[in-house]
């Protein structure tokens, strides 16, 4: 696939876009509106940077327990059930006098089954669409979180002034609620893509077969680690800039829609392998001149910049592809996307902790320099040959079935 115009042909890809874009929606609005509420309560910018990305960390428990049910549940009732429930979460948070431990415990609950979302709607992805046109199809997918980003946090600071964070929470609820009605309507009924009984031990067992192999291990810490240490520089913003918070977040999201625009539509393939390190680089650089505490004109540049370096996991995102067999493709992508939402959430819980001690500007500086640090560690692995997918299959108490059928798909191409 080289154009949008066959992208957006391609059989239930729009529902699915939709369906992403409204629970993007709901989460940016609803998660804004949780982070100032626990900070005018507290004070405290932990709680802050933890209401917002805190839940992250939650998707580790479900990465170890619910991950084999990606493959193994039909993915049109499991979108849609996930976003009911994280509806009727949000809507609990709302709840005038809900205790600050209450709202932290449905946070906990939420962040365990997204880790199953995230497996489940990568995968599907990865079926509704040709092999060449993943990389496309997911920035599409990061550029419409990038301008629903930049709305949504732009709407939720006009709703938090105007219904207060409760009456926004409600909002998020109601964002939530069209994305389950979406995924029912127009998402077509697959089957699952493997067979086998959904375990905690054929989680464990998947895990580690894909754990397995060097290459997929060097790309798996990629995508987590660097990412999730700047995501904790992003969680406090809200204490660097009370006022102003939105203004950072949706130059973030600028930021990454303009760098998954450059790499899904135009940076040719030859090129993508070069440029997962240093795009890793330019995610963290720009986090350094923190420490001279730029004011907000300047800070808000810096941040533009520097997310434009999130387009580095598109591109490792297809490595990994290249590297795993099709039926655990569900799995896989579920793993990674789970790991990097949980290593968020270790770096908002990381950032918030040494702004308790020093300053929002210094904590995000050292953050900042721990992600240059370990993408340094990486570079080597990532730099060598990507090598071949493994022909492996799931431990044989657990055999996957043969992929379904995909209907005709266009042409092959160059994204």
């Avoid at 100032?36 to 580790?60: D, E, H, R, V, W």
């Avoid at 450059?262 to 940076?267: I, N, Q, T, Y």
């Avoid at 591109?315 to 795993?324: A, Y």
Wanted: aromatic share 6%; proline share 8%; with cysteine.
């Amino acid at each position: 696939m080289r154009t949008y115009r066959e992208l957006f042909r391609a059989p239930e890809f729009t529902s699915l876009f939709l369906v992403s874009t409204l629970q993007v929606a709901g989460q940016t609005v609803s998660g804004l509106a949780l982070g100032t509420l626990i900070y005018g309560a507290t004070g405290s910018p932990l709680l802050s940077s933890l209401a917002m990305f805190g839940p992250s960390l939650a998707q580790l428990v479900g990465a170890t327990t619910l991950l084999s049910a990606a493959d193994r549940l039909p993915p049109r009732a499991t979108l849609g059930g996930l976003l009911l429930v994280f509806a009727a979460g949000t809507a609990v948070q709302a709840l005038p006098g809900l205790p600050v431990a209450v709202a932290f415990a449905v946070l906990l609950v939420q962040g365990v089954l997204a880790s199953l979302g995230g497996g489940v709607r990568y995968g599907l992805l990865n079926e509704v669409l040709s092999k060449d046109g993943y990389l496309l199809g997911r920035s599409v997918l990061n550029m419409s979180t990038g301008i629903v980003q930049i709305c949504g946090y732009a709407l939720g600071g006009v709703l938090v002034a105007l219904l207060e964070p409760r009456g926004t929470l409600l909002a998020g609820a109601a964002l939530y609620l069209a994305g389950a009605v979406a995924a029912r309507l127009g998402l077509g009924r697959r089957p699952p893509r493997a067979t086998g009984r959904v375990s905690v031990a054929a989680t464990w067992r998947t895990n580690a077969l894909l754990w397995s192999s060097r290459p997929r291990r060097l790309v798996y810490l990629a995508l987590w680690v660097p990412n999730g240490l700047v995501v904790g520089c992003e969680s406090l913003y809200v204490p660097y800039a009370p006022h102003h918070a939105g203004l950072l977040f949706a130059c973030g999201a600028l930021g990454m829609l303009a760098g998954d625009t450059a790499m899904g539509r135009f940076v040719p393939a030859h090129w993508r392998r070069r440029l997962p390190v240093p795009m890793l680089a330019l995610l963290a650089a720009p986090f350094l001149l923190f420490a001279l505490r730029p004011p907000l004109p300047v800070a808000a540049g810096l941040v533009t910049v520097a997310t434009v370096g999130f387009a580095a996991s598109l591109l490792l995102q297809e490595r990994l592809l290249e590297l795993t067999p099709h039926e655990l493709s569900g799995h896989a992508l579920g793993l990674h996307s789970s790991g990097m939402l949980a290593m968020q959430g270790v770096g908002a819980a990381l950032a918030g902790a040494v702004a308790e001690r020093t300053s929002p500007a210094t904590a995000m500086t050292l953050v900042g320099a721990a992600s240059l640090a370990v993408t340094a560690g990486l570079a080597r692995g990532l730099l060598a040959p990507a090598g071949h997918p493994q022909p492996a299959a799931p431990p044989a108490s657990t055999p996957a079935a043969p992929a379904p059928a995909r209907p005709p798909q266009e042409p092959e191409g160059r994204p």
